[in-house]
């Protein structure tokens, strides 16, 4: 046996999902101690924690990073601690920046694999994906994002093992929010009436399934940004997540209205409009749902509600879970389906901790 | 730009799997140059290709293929061939031979790494999963199995990555058959009242569902060997496809019966019991599957008939698709769900090229 290898890690951001990896990759290095995982920086938006022997004693991380009094590093100069590292290093994206997403480039290009959930680089613009993947081709060095849609779901690797062996993608389809999911599968449910639709979404809120303001879900962007990343990997050049139709379901009136509170105050006065559609799906024993997806022979890429008969997989989605559907040459008429919990801090650490795993077993 | 390197890959079997998994492969080594793909042998249980210098012609392989006069080499003397190549190798076995699978082992202790869809080297004997996984950890040759359950479906690599990540998995349930699928969507589906099960199981037969005797369907143990290797996957060390309750849908009476035909001959006599057991479920308004399911906490592995409410995933099930449900800690009481065709060539010739992908981009 030759000795251990030494592969050092550097984790940006330490909210929900980030406290999540820590604990998946404490429990991680103390099962393989092959390679030697060894912590060289972490940081969260103000605090850091770093030295220039690249090791961080481990022993009370979070209590340790509280009461930094370093400052995290600029992206440029994290790019230069981590380029003089003694050994292999990948980087942790725990954040949802865009301006770490931007620097993707820069670590990728010194050979610095990365793993992350965030969504913004995959789903920016064209240009970056490009440069993003160019990099890494160029450098050798690996770049993983399971969580970027549907958290630990295994939809991205899904996808590439699709296209990767061959097959030929023709449509995907899918409920790619969990915040959407819970809504309509509560507002217009299979069985019996559901509730109305601000009601629905007030208590989303209350039970942590929204986003402090809830225009942030309701606006689509999150599940357009999910389908930027998946059409890209099935081979459609994308230019942004706003380059194709994106229902919004904030009423027009309340785009403008200064917080999330008075936000929810008055979306009652516009129940009637959503219940119209309940009711126009219902008189075709419908359902109504919020989804995305890709139709690969006409390039056509959209989000928003349809009806589904209601024996439909996507009609009979439970809680906050997603679903997503790939139609491909090899599948035929009935699609391969992945389904269950597609947010939560657990979940989504599983995903960058299972991408870790990945870039570690093709270090030599 | 480094000179390609090179792989050489040697294949047994080539039926409907093999002969899939050749054009991908073929399309395979157009698209991707680095590594280069050489194949240096191939053989059916009749005949063999290779030579000396571990290059064959490809131009026309299937034809070279039987037309040659070569017989196959015996297993150890393929060993020593492969072990002789000038560059790293992947065995590919597409064969469902317990005589390959039995010398697993000899190929992985020399470095040989194994992608295959045979299940039989997983679901034999507990001493030779722990022999084989002993040999690749050595030797530090890979072994993967996608397609030994669910055919190209990313039920393995999904289980693997919980259990790695550090979920800690409670139970798995579903329905691993297409065969059984098909027959139990037909004869009890959700809606309307089915056929007579005899009628259901010729038919089957006439689609090409089922195996030449349909009895080798209907005993129970491709399940069995299924959940064999996913309960030791999640970590119990099942002894063998035949030390836990295995449910066999061939009367008693019927189990000796000389040929398929004659069974299916007299398969209408034994319809009572089916329909009463259809009746049972319809009576508490749930239907009937065949299925198979793993206990974490009891250790409970078995594999038979439940009942199983409309609505639920299992009895909503098309075609003859598979399901497979993950209920683990993180995920909760909504599982990680998989679902789409479980059984065919192409599919299932995917999750060999997918495996030989992994394998390849771990070769340094």
Redesign the interface.
Known sequence: MSAAKQVYIAIIGAGGVGKCFLS?LE??AA?RPNPRLTLCYISTSKKALYNKDYTLDASSLLQDLAASTEAPLPLPRIVEYLSGAPSKVVLVDNTSSQDVADSYPAFLSRGISIVTPNKKAFSGSYQLWQDIFAAAANSGAKVYHESSVGA???VI??LK??V????EVTKIEGVFSGTMSFLFNSFAP?EGSGGKWSAEVKKAKELGYTEPDPRDDLNGLDVARKLTILARLAGLPVESPTSFPVQSLIPKELESVSSGDEFLQRLPEFDSQMEETKMAAQNECKVVRFVGSIDMATKVVKVGLEKFDR?H?IA?L??S?NIISFYTK????????????GA?G??TA?GV??DL?KVL??M?
């Open positions: 998946q429990a991680l099962r630990g779901l295994p690797s899904t093992d699709l990767d062996t061959g097959d299979v024996s997989p009979a439970k809680g879970d090899r599948y035929g008429s009935n699609p391969l389906i992945i389904q269950g919990a939560g657990e979940v599983m901790t299972s795993l077993s093709q030599s």
